[in-house]
């Protein structure tokens, strides 16, 4: 994710309460009757340290087959319905999915009826039977997806001028559609969207067909890598779909307003090039295509929603900002497919590592194609460092959301903080050294998920000696250490005056 500075003047504090949980409240009190003598359900979750309830225990799923039908209209929910295979991995006797924005109006658990009720922002779903360890299960859900927001909920459906987009991260894939809404846990997509005429659908993945029944149309999409929830995008709107080629024949597909598509052209023609760019730092690109979809929303931010990167249009139709920068932008998003979609963090303490690394290439990039020395912003950075784990915490170690400003996770001790840790590190073992980590870490963990742990020991493995001393100073300290080669930098006065942030980008 990529926030941009406007996003920190909009208040984002919501109420608490919300329509939707009372609701939740008045559908458990009616089910509790029913499952009497069963102890009451519970929310679960995996034990994230900044999200406690996301995710699940007890099962691994393998893959999610989503269809929804798109009435025409934002105002209006979307039927749904959501098919998890999983494979189980402790006998239960419930199976709490995330979903917390929605109405369901069936669970059926290996072709057969299932109670449910909600639990927090969980769906309890209680098979006819418990479930074995070790065995497959299939959970079918109806449900509606709600594309206009609950009071206290933010993420999951963008709507659009002209339809909807997705926005999931950190958590919000459970507003939109039942899921195991971690990223530790990831799996194979299959989307069907069934859209009116005119309206044009592009989900992750390749198409692999378009079904025209009347006047709608069914546009299938489905994942050739796993993924996590957090980084589903489903785009719905009066666009055009431009190919282009790139690197070693890679397809690349852009998803445009179709009454913009000329204008931004020159835009869209950079993207061959910005993934040949990484593609020499850090080795092939990890997944079947890549894309930018440039959506008619005023986000705030960016999103590196996986093989299909969400932007808003107007950061590039209403350039506030210079071109280079907006260029290091679409590096920012793409080095994400590398570092945070394919290699995902295990737990959202992890976080620094996608941001890290995503401001590192950003940066490199304005350095190598617009003389915008790493050396100087990194030592701003230093400089601002000490100020950003007071306010935030230590790269590896973040401070909680703020209560009603969930993306307020993504604060500058994670972008601009953890690239000084990522400057500092190569400081200390060089460069040819960094680099080959570099490659190393997004070979190593393709297609899976790692943490701080990982990364601190492979750093030591390439660097040929114990790092994990030097790095625990840097991703765990309160206090900024001091910089490999350059003794002269120093933290800056804490006075606000001299509290200047880059832009939260
Ligand atoms: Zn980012």
Redo the contacts with the bound molecule.
């Keep these: 994710?990529?926030l941009t500075p406007r996003t920190r003047a909009r208040s984002r504090i919501r109420s608490r309460a919300s329509r939707h949980r009372a609701a939740a409240l008045l559908a458990s009190a009616v089910t509790v009757c029913l499952l009497a003598a069963a102890a009451p359900a519970e929310p679960l979750g995996v034990g994230d340290r900044l999200f406690p309830y996301l995710g699940n225990p007890g099962y691994d799923v393998a893959s999610y087959d989503v269809s929804f039908t798109y009435p025409g209209s934002n105002d209006k929910p979307l039927q749904a319905v959501t098919t998890i295979d999983a494979w189980t991995t402790a006998d239960l006797e419930r199976i709490n999915l995330d979903f917390a924005h929605g109405t369901v109006k069936s669970v059926e658990v290996d072709g057969r009826p299932a109670e449910f009720t909600s639990a927090g922002e969980d769906l309890v779903v209680t098979p006819d039977h418990p479930l074995d360890e070790g065995s497959w299960t299939r959970i079918t859900v109806k449900h509606t997806s709600e594309p206009v927001p609950g009071k206290d909920q933010e993420g999951g459906w963008v709507r659009t001028n002209d339809g909807l987009a997705m926005a999931n991260q950190a958590d919000a894939a459970h507003l939109v559609f039942p899921c195991n809404d971690h990223p530790s846990d990831k799996a194979f997509f299959t989307f069907h969207v069934t859209a009116p005429k005119g309206y044009t659908v592009v989900a992750n993945g390749l198409p692999v067909g378009a079904d025209q029944v009347g006047s709608k149309t069914t546009w299938t999409y489905r994942t050739q890598h796993p993924m996590a929830t957090e980084l589903a995008q489903v785009s719905i709107g009066r666009s055009s779909v431009l190919h282009r080629e790139g690197p070693h024949g890679m397809q690349v597909r852009d998803v445009v307003p179709s009454a913009d598509a000329k204008a931004l052209q020159p835009w869209l023609d950079k993207t061959p090039k910005q993934i040949a760019w990484l593609e020499g730092k850090v080795g092939p690109y990890p997944f079947e295509t890549y894309g930018v979809l440039m959506a008619q929303a005023d986000t705030g931010f960016?999103?590196?929603t996986q093989t299909l990167s969400l932007f808003e249009k107007n950061l590039f139709t209403q350039p506030a900002y210079p071109q280079w920068y907006v260029e290091s932008i679409m590096v920012?998003?793409l080095s994400?497919q590398w570092f945070?979609d394919s290699v995902s963090p295990r737990t959202w303490s992890d976080v620094w590592l996608?941001?890290g690394h995503?401001?590192w290439y950003e940066a490199l990039y304005a350095e190598e194609t617009a003389h915008k020395p790493m050396e100087d912003r990194m030592k701003a950075a230093y400089a601002n460092s000490d100020r950003w784990r007071a306010a935030g915490g230590p790269p590896a170690l973040p401070k909680a959301p703020a209560p009603g400003q969930k993306i307020s996770l993504?604060r500058p001790n994670i972008?601009d903080g953890a690239a000084l840790a990522l400057y500092a590190l190569r400081q200390e073992i060089g460069k040819p050294a960094f680099e080959r980590l570099e490659r190393t870490w997004v070979q190593k963990h393709r297609d899976s998920t790692a943490g701080t742990a990982d990364f601190i020991s492979l750093a030591s493995t390439v660097a040929g000696r114990d790092l994990s001393g030097f790095l625990k100073g840097w991703l765990y300290g309160e206090k900024t250490p001091p910089m490999p080669g350059h003794p002269d930098w120093k933290p800056a006065a804490s006075s606000p005056k001299a509290a200047k942030d880059r832009p939260r980008?």
Excluded: R
């Design positions: 994710m990529l960016e999103l590196e920012h998003e994400h945070g996608n941001e995503a401001t993504f972008y980008k």
